[in-house]
C-alpha cells in the first residue's frame, strides 16, 4: 500500500518535472519573440538571433534581444536580474547537473554583466556574450 502510493507519487512528480516546464519554455520563448519583433521592428531574419550564438552585431539586433531577455525575466529594470535568471533556469532545467551548470552561469553573469553607456540596448549584447563566454553547455532557448 505504502509502496503504492510513493510509486504514484514519483510517477507523477516525473511526469510533472519532465513534461510541461520545458515546453512551457519554449513557448514563452516564442511568445516573448513575436512580442519582441512587432516591438522592436525586427525582420524575421533578424529575430533569428535568438536562438542563436551570435553576438548581435547592430541596434536592431541589440535591442530586439534586449526586449526578448526582458520579456523572459533575465533583464529587469535595465539590470541583469540573478533572481530573474534563477527562474527561469528552474522552469527550464530538470537535471541536476544542468541545473548546477545553468544558475553557475547566472550567477557569473549577474557579476559580469553592466550596462555601457553610450551603446544602445547594451544589455541585449552584455547578456548574449556572457551566456556565449561562460555558458557553451548551457542552451536557455529550446529550438525543437
Ligand atoms: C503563447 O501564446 C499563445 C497564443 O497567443 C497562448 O495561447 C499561450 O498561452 C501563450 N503561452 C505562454 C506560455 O504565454
Given at each position: 500500500m505504502h509502496a503504492a502510493i510513493v510509486l504514484i507519487g514519483s510517477a507523477l512528480l516525473v511526469a510533472y518535472v519532465s513534461g510541461a516546464p520545458s515546453a512551457n519554455v519554449k513557448e514563452i520563448v516564442q511568445n516573448v519573440s513575436k512580442k519582441c519583433a512587432a516591438e522592436t521592428k525586427a525582420s524575421p531574419d533578424q529575430a533569428?538571433?535568438?536562438?542563436?550564438k551570435n553576438i548581435p552585431k547592430d541596434d536592431a539586433e541589440r535591442c530586439f534581444l534586449q526586449c526578448v531577455y526582458t520579456g523572459v525575466g533575465v533583464i529587469k529594470d535595465g539590470k541583469f536580474s540573478e533572481e530573474g535568471g534563477k527562474k527561469l533556469v528552474a522552469l527550464r532545467f530538470h537535471d541536476a547537473k544542468e541545473k548546477e551548470l545553468a544558475n553557475k552561469l547566472i550567477a557569473t553573469c549577474a557579476k559580469e554583466i553592466k550596462a555601457k553607456d553610450?551603446?544602445?540596448?547594451s544589455l541585449g549584447r552584455a547578456v548574449r556574450e556572457c551566456f556565449v563566454n561562460h555558458g557553451k553547455q548551457v542552451n536557455f532557448f529550446p529550438s525543437a
Open positions: 533569428k538571433i535568438v536562438l542563436s553610450g551603446e544602445k540596448c
